[in-house]
């Protein structure tokens, strides 16, 4: 997504918010949520949609976003303010995954096109040449490669077995977790995905996958 740089540019605009919930950031999800409610053509929802409602909501609240980076960092560099609006953006998302109904349905649909293909034949001669390479040769990059192209043909054993191989090289990439996650959420197995999900953001901190795992938590609870 662009959402980063988008923030970046907002805050810096303006004329820098703690990283507790702040009012701001109690009141922002909802904003978000009603803008995109009320915007034109709104389904399906759009990336631009969405960063357009982000912005307004960010610049209607300018002076306590400013003095929050403040206080915050300290400072309001360009390197502070972009850290700043990663964090507040993943966790506005995370919270607009629990509460807008909207944004969850963009989201989903979003993670599922993710994984779309629209030439499998094509795809499975790539892979026939691709499993004829030597173990000799193939690297952590070229397994990293087979099992992504494993999940979009959902072959989701060989996917495992490509994982299990690269483990013993990077046993604390949140990559590969993060790709058995996957597979295990495909598989309806929910609670485990989640599990996965978790180890790597405590792992990496990823924002993305914070937003993820509230999507499948959703999507649990609706079966």
């Known amino acids: 997504m662009k959402i980063l ?15 507790g ?24 929802v759009t990336e631009k949609i969405f960063l357009d409602c982000l912005q307004k909501v960010f ?6 976003i400013s003095a929050e ?7 309001m560099s360009d390197e502070h303010a972009h850290e700043f609006g990663e964090r507040l953006s993943y966790d506005i998302m995370v919270d607009m995954v629990k509460t807008c109904d ?13 994984f779309e293909i629209t030439n499998r034949d094509s795809l499975n001669n790539v892979v026939t040449e691709l499993e004829k390479t030597p173990e000799t040769m193939r690297n952590i990059r070229f397994h990293k490669t087979l ?10 054993d060989k996917a495992l077995l490509e994982i299990d191989k ?35 953001v405590d792992i990496s901190g990823s924002g993305p996958i914070r937003v993820l795992i ?3 938590r959703r999507e649990q609870a609706m079966h």
């Open 5 to 19: 740089d988008l923030i970046t540019i907002c805050l810096l605009l303006i004329p820098g918010f703690s990283m």
């Open 21 to 44: 919930q702040s009012d701001f950031e109690k009141k922002a999800p909802g904003l978000t949520c009603d803008c995109i409610n009320k915007a034109p053509d709104k389904r399906p």
């Open 59 to 64: 610049a209607s609240d300018s002076a306590e």
């Open 147 to 156: 099992i992504t192209d494993y999940l979009f043909l959902k072959q989701y």
């Open 69 to 75: 980076l403040l206080k915050t960092y300290g400072d």
């Open 166 to 200: 690269v483990k013993s090289l990077t046993p604390d990439d949140p990559a590969l977790i993060i790709y058995k996650a996957h597979i295990k959420y495909f598989q309806g197995k929910y609670d485990e995905a989640i599990s996965l999900y978790q180890q790597a």
């Open 102 to 114: 909207i944004f969850f349905l963009y989201m989903d649909s979003f993670r599922r096109s993710q």
């Open 214 to 216: 509230e999507v499948v």
